[in-house]
């Protein structure tokens, strides 16, 4: 059993170093690997050079992050709720995000200038929204006995959040529709090097602390009951994982817009490979299954002489999984 | 024999809207050390909320519980967990978890954050899954099993946690009548042979009466009985418990007979085991049994005798009876 999960976590990360590679050498212009060499050792001086730096690599990591972080918040998610169905964004977090910047693109009129037209005002107005959204399901969760309640309390919450958004739609420009539309396509290409230094910590502070609760997700499998019965208080645990949720969905929303289906999907082929409900296994499982698979995501989107937005080949990619989910538990 | 469990004037219920709804009264309870017993009663008296408030599921309305003479309510979560476990009528469906899987989740009071299980961790496992025997079946996936199965996992997972006490919820519920009698046994086996004391609720009355050491007898009006499982039905406290108009609990065998309506008197007399089986359908056929009766059925090892006419089976009686009664 365990040389069988070395040899698939080998294989996993090899393939996640190919693709990495491969989303760095490959686009609208075909970088040779042996000019990607040169610049890591800092000897490439080309145009390429600036290509790889400023917009490839952050991107590919940022696709790297996207992958890991949507995955495993799926992943908690369907332990919490004990659904196989259940996402990163069930509880509104992308919601409240995607009604934070619907406000700022377009209700603008109503901000102060300051923010406008600046990348920031986008993603702290997806932060605050996505934010706000959570804070309001952990306050709920409190009171909540259990957690099916909370999923519909975030459904709930997700629903106002999108009617808004709706109404808000129905009286702006086109141009301002236009804008929000552009984000809820998704861009990985969206995070600069300065987003980055923002980015990062988040999505790795939202990680460690889904390691820290392998133990614990693995007894909410048996249920809340059976979890309390084994020492584990099930109000806190579910705190911590609202909590990296938060972090993890709600950071990479803020910063390349909503990412579909991966969150749900992931999980799915991460339990097929390894055969395996143990979360100590799962979570690094998951992570590596969903970098790899955002990053064929991301070089389909960067074919050479079109570009297609992430969010719809993600799409293309979970829906047929979820279709084969529902088909093979019959 | 020092006791595990106790309660001291403990009220049980839910509280609703600020409202407390008392279930059940005054319990004061006591459980020794590898003993078992059995929680009957009739559905709704609150056997289920008094096992979760024992189990620290909820909290009492008023009154105490005391694992190990200490109150359950002080207790430290993880450290509940090293006192009592827990098998649940909720049903465990974890995709891709093995047998083993589950029974190792029994040790998570006593590992590190990290979850590592050492060897004597392992090797009590193993026990545990020996215990129920399910060797054969340790890698196998939970939907590849039986609900008997399942429900032995869910009590290997008990006894791996190695607790002095074990509270079942309705364990023997949704299985047939070979694997209840297979899991009261081993439960009984479990009790004596590890010293563990273990509580079952249960409306599985005959069952019941056989495996239990003491019975918690539970009545919706006047709190619990406790005693010797003989001792209450000799007392008629389950013949009180269990009225009803359409059966009564008949002390003579341990079970409930239906009240049929008995116009009809034979009376009976000879072969002892074919006695019992003809008297239930008489009984079900509405007849009387008494000494007086002017019908006599001779039963002998072979056939039945009425009026010198042999009767081959069960059947044939009952329709010659209708003739001549």
């Given at each position: 059993?365990?040389?069988?999960?070395?040899?698939?976590?080998?294989?996993?990360l090899?393939?996640?170093?190919l693709?990495?590679?491969?989303?760095?050498?490959?686009?609208?212009?075909?970088?040779?690997?042996?000019?990607?060499?040169?610049?890591?050792?800092?000897?490439?001086?080309?145009?390429?050079?600036?290509?790889?730096?400023?917009?490839?690599?952050?991107?590919?990591?940022?696709?790297i992050?996207?992958?890991?972080?949507?995955?495993?918040?799926?992943?908690?998610?369907?332990?919490?709720?004990?659904?196989?169905?259940?996402?990163?964004?069930?509880?509104?977090?992308?919601?409240?995000?995607?009604?934070?910047?619907?406000?700022?693109?377009?209700?603008?009129?109503?901000?102060?200038?300051?923010?406008?037209?600046?990348?920031?005002?986008?993603?702290?107005?997806?932060?605050?929204?996505?934010?706000?959204?959570?804070?309001?399901?952990?306050?709920v969760?409190?009171?909540?006995?259990?957690?099916?309640?909370?999923?519909?309390v975030?459904?709930?919450?997700?629903?106002?959040?999108?009617?808004?958004?709706?109404?808000?739609?129905?009286?702006?420009?086109?141009?301002?529709?236009?804008?929000?539309?552009?984000?809820?396509?998704?861009?990985?290409?969206?995070?600069?090097?300065?987003?980055?230094?923002?980015?990062?910590?988040?999505?790795?502070?939202?990680?460690?602390?889904?390691?820290?609760?392998?133990?614990?997700?693995?007894?909410?499998?048996?249920?809340?009951?059976y979890?309390?019965?084994?020492?584990?208080?099930?109000?806190?645990?579910?705190?911590?994982?609202?909590?990296?949720?938060?972090?993890?969905?709600?950071?990479?929303?803020?910063?390349?817009?909503?990412?579909?289906?991966?969150?749900?999907?992931?999980?799915?082929?991460?339990?097929?490979?390894?055969?395996?409900?143990?979360?100590?296994?799962?979570?690094?499982?998951?992570?590596?299954?969903?970098?790899?698979?955002?990053?064929?995501?991301?070089?389909?989107?960067?074919?050479?002489?079109?570009?297609?937005p992430?969010?719809?080949?993600?799409?293309?990619?979970g829906?047929?999984?979820?279709?084969?989910?529902?088909?093979?538990?019959? | 024999?020092?006791?595990?469990?106790?309660?001291?004037?403990?009220?049980?219920?839910?509280?609703?809207?600020?409202?407390?709804?008392?279930?059940?009264?005054?319990?004061?309870?006591?459980?020794?050390?590898?003993?078992?017993?059995?929680?009957?009663?009739?559905?709704?008296?609150?056997?289920?909320?008094?096992?979760?408030?024992?189990a620290?599921?909820?909290?009492?309305?008023?009154?105490?519980?005391?694992?190990?003479?200490?109150?359950?309510?002080?207790?430290?979560?993880?450290?509940?967990?090293?006192?009592?476990?827990?098998?649940?009528?909720?049903?465990?469906?974890?995709?891709?978890?093995t047998?083993?899987?589950?029974?190792?989740?029994?040790?998570?009071?006593?590992?590190?954050?990290?979850?590592?299980?050492?060897?004597?961790?392992?090797?009590?496992?193993?026990?545990?899954?020996?215990?129920?025997?399910?060797?054969?079946?340790?890698?196998?996936?939970?939907?590849?099993?039986?609900?008997?199965?399942?429900?032995?996992?869910?009590?290997?997972?008990?006894?791996?946690?190695?607790?002095?006490?074990?509270?079942?919820?309705?364990?023997?519920?949704?299985?047939?009548?070979?694997?209840?009698?297979?899991?009261?046994?081993?439960?009984?086996?479990?009790?004596?042979?590890?010293?563990?004391?273990?509580?079952?609720?249960?409306?599985e009355?005959?069952?019941?009466?056989?495996?239990?050491?003491?019975?918690?007898l539970?009545?919706?009006?006047?709190g619990?009985?406790?005693?010797?499982?003989?001792?209450?039905?000799?007392?008629?406290?389950?013949?009180?418990?269990?009225?009803?108009?359409?059966?009564?609990?008949?002390?003579?065998?341990g079970?409930?007979?239906?009240?049929?309506?008995?116009?009809?008197?034979?009376?009976?007399?000879?072969?002892?085991?074919?006695?019992?089986?003809?008297?239930?359908?008489?009984?079900?056929?509405?007849?009387?049994?008494?000494?007086?009766?002017?019908?006599?059925?001779?039963?002998?090892?072979?056939?039945?005798?009425?009026?010198a006419?042999?009767?081959?089976?069960?059947?044939?009686?009952?329709?010659?009876?209708?003739?001549?009664?």
């Amino acid at each position: 059993m365990r040389s069988r999960n070395f040899i698939y976590f080998a294989i996993l990360l090899v393939l996640t170093m190919l693709l990495f590679l491969s989303d760095l050498a490959w686009g609208s212009i075909t970088i040779p690997f042996r000019e990607i060499l040169d610049v890591f050792f800092g000897k490439g001086e080309s145009i390429n050079t600036e290509i790889l730096l400023n917009f490839r690599l952050p991107k590919a990591i940022t696709a790297i992050l996207t992958g890991a972080a949507l995955s495993v918040a799926g992943l908690m998610m369907q332990t919490l709720f004990r659904n196989p169905l259940a996402e990163p964004y069930i509880l509104g977090v992308s919601s409240g995000a995607s009604l934070g910047v619907a406000l700022v693109t377009m209700a603008s009129g109503f901000l102060p200038a300051i923010l406008m037209n600046s990348g920031w005002a986008m993603i702290l107005a997806a932060v605050i929204g996505g934010a706000l959204v959570l804070l309001m399901v952990l306050g709920v969760s409190f009171r909540i006995q259990n957690a099916v309640s909370l999923l519909i309390v975030g459904i709930m919450f997700g629903t106002i959040a999108g009617s808004v958004v709706s109404v808000m739609q129905n009286f702006s420009n086109p141009d301002a529709i236009k804008l929000f539309i552009m984000w809820t396509f998704g861009s990985l290409s969206a995070v600069t090097w300065t987003y980055m230094q923002a980015l990062l910590p988040i999505i790795l502070l939202g990680l460690i602390m889904t390691m820290m609760l392998h133990k614990r997700l693995d007894v909410l499998l048996l249920g809340e009951n059976y979890a309390r019965g084994l020492g584990v208080s099930v109000i806190q645990t579910r705190f911590f994982i609202i909590l990296a949720t938060g972090l993890l969905a709600g950071g990479i929303t803020a910063f390349t817009g909503p990412i579909a289906f991966v969150g749900v999907a992931i999980p799915h082929i991460a339990r097929g490979i390894f055969k395996t409900s143990t979360h100590k296994i799962l979570i690094p499982a998951t992570m590596l299954c969903g970098a790899s698979l955002l990053l064929v995501c991301d070089l389909i989107s960067q074919m050479p002489s079109y570009t297609l937005p992430i969010n719809t080949i993600s799409s293309l990619f979970g829906a047929p999984i979820i279709l084969w989910i529902i088909l093979k538990k019959k | 024999m020092s006791s595990i469990l106790n309660t001291h004037n403990l009220s049980i219920g839910y509280s609703k809207k600020k409202k407390k709804i008392v279930v059940q009264s005054d319990l004061n309870l006591e459980l020794k050390a590898g003993e078992l017993v059995c929680l009957i009663g009739q559905n709704g008296c609150g056997k289920s909320t008094l096992l979760r408030t024992l189990a620290g599921l909820q909290k009492p309305l008023y009154g105490k519980v005391l694992v190990d003479n200490q109150e359950l309510d002080k207790i430290r979560i993880h450290e509940k967990a090293r006192k009592l476990a827990l098998v649940l009528t909720e049903k465990v469906d974890i995709e891709n978890a093995t047998v083993a899987d589950i029974v190792r989740m029994g040790r998570q009071p006593y590992c590190n954050w990290w979850g590592s299980l050492s060897e004597a961790d392992y090797g009590i496992v193993n026990e545990a899954i020996e215990m129920v025997h399910l060797e054969a079946k340790a890698d196998c996936h939970l939907n590849e099993l039986s609900d008997g199965e399942r429900q032995r996992v869910m009590i290997a997972k008990a006894l791996a946690q190695d607790t002095p006490l074990i509270l079942l919820d309705e364990p023997t519920a949704h299985l047939d009548l070979p694997n209840r009698v297979e899991i009261m046994l081993l439960l009984h086996k479990l009790a004596h042979r590890t010293g563990k004391s273990v509580v079952i609720s249960t409306h599985e009355l005959d069952m019941a009466l056989q495996a239990a050491d003491r019975i918690w007898l539970m009545t919706k009006t006047d709190g619990i009985e406790c005693g010797v499982p003989e001792d209450l039905v000799l007392q008629g406290h389950f013949h009180e418990a269990f009225q009803s108009k359409s059966y009564y609990f008949n002390s003579a065998n341990g079970n409930f007979s239906m009240n049929y309506p008995m116009t009809k008197k034979v009376w009976v007399e000879g072969d002892k085991t074919r006695m019992y089986w003809t008297l239930r359908a008489l009984a079900r056929a509405g007849y009387m049994v008494v000494e007086e009766a002017e019908v006599v059925i001779k039963i002998t090892p072979e056939c039945w005798i009425i009026n010198a006419v042999e009767l081959k089976s069960v059947e044939e009686l009952l329709t010659k009876l209708e003739g001549v009664v």
